[in-house]
């Protein structure tokens, strides 16, 4: 068995093992405002339930190991002491990861990632309409842990007001666990989805993708496309050139054949099985490729 001594190995290598060894984690979508009003939202998974008198939650928007900055949401908790906590389910869980970019202050992450905002009864802070169950919570307080990269922040709710989505309760009034249909992080780009196992989404911390705001609007609004495909789309860098979508039907006659028919719904149930396939890159092809 190997031994491992925190303090001699470096904090990504200790985080990244930290990760890979507790799970499943459950996954707060923080939202807030800024001291300005500005939305907010991000998701965190050092987080869990710890008190149900008084409803107690925890979440920790951590310090950033490559460079010691820290998340906006922590800023706006300690500016505010409000927060609403969302719950993640697997029809949302592409637009979840998308919000994790790392767009710019002020940068409004309900439009970049698709989610509705919706507004809250007794905080500020908005809610994701979209999400099962949303506590609407005080901060009671923010216990930081250390101030080198990597350290965490504990953000201590009390929960003022939950709201859940009457479709996932059973007939007892209970939270069905069935229904939920919750999903947990894991270690790397691993997720798991509790009614079915485990399943990768690729992290988009080191690119800032074009957003769902940036789809157009007869893509967003397609009768074939999910919220996770919108999520798998808004996380391309940049739309393809029109060389390159020339060179799909180049390459495939069943694509050309396909526009031959014109229907709005088989472009959009190809482009589905590229996504569903991991190549949003080729789905944006076929998607673009109707408008010349």
């Not at 927060?83 to 869980?93: L, Q």
């Not at 709201?163 to 007939?171: P, T």
């Amino acid at each position: 068995m190997r031994s491992i001594d925190p303090k001699e190995i470096p904090v990504p290598q200790m985080h990244q093992l930290l990760l890979g060894a507790v799970g499943p984690r459950p996954i707060a979508f923080a939202s807030t405002v800024d001291s300005e009003g500005r939305p907010n939202l991000s998701p965190f998974s050092f987080f869990n339930v710890f008190s149900a008198n008084p409803p107690v939650l925890i979440f920790s928007p951590a310090r950033r190991g490559r460079d010691n900055t820290v998340k906006h949401t922590y800023t706006n908790c300690k500016a505010t002491m409000e927060v609403v906590i969302n719950v993640v389910n697997y029809e949302m869980v592409q637009q979840v990861s998308l919000s994790s970019t790392e767009y710019d202050e002020g940068v409004n992450e309900f439009e970049k990632a698709g989610f509705t905002m919706l507004a809250s009864e007794v905080v500020k802070p908005f809610r994701v309409a979209e999400s099962p169950v949303q506590f609407e919570c005080r901060i009671n307080e923010v216990v930081e842990l250390g101030a080198e990269g990597g350290a965490g922040n504990l953000v201590i709710c009390e929960v003022l007001k939950m709201h859940i989505q009457d479709e996932i309760l059973d007939e007892n009034g209970y939270i069905d666990q069935h229904k939920i249909d919750q999903v947990a992080r894991m270690g790397g780009n691993w997720y798991t989805r509790a009614i079915s196992g485990m399943f990768e989404v690729p992290k988009p911390l080191q690119t800032r993708g074009i957003g769902v705001d940036a789809i157009p609007e007869e893509v967003r609004n397609s009768n074939v496309l999910t919220g996770n495909d919108l999520g798998k789309l808004g996380n391309v860098e940049k739309f393809p050139s029109g060389e390159e979508i020339k060179q799909l039907f180049r390459e495939s006659p069943e694509i050309a054949e396909l526009f031959e028919e014109n229907s709005k719904e088989k472009i959009h149930r190809k482009a589905k099985e590229y996504l569903e396939n991991n190549k949003p890159a080729e789905a944006w092809k076929i998607l673009l490729a109707k408008k010349k």
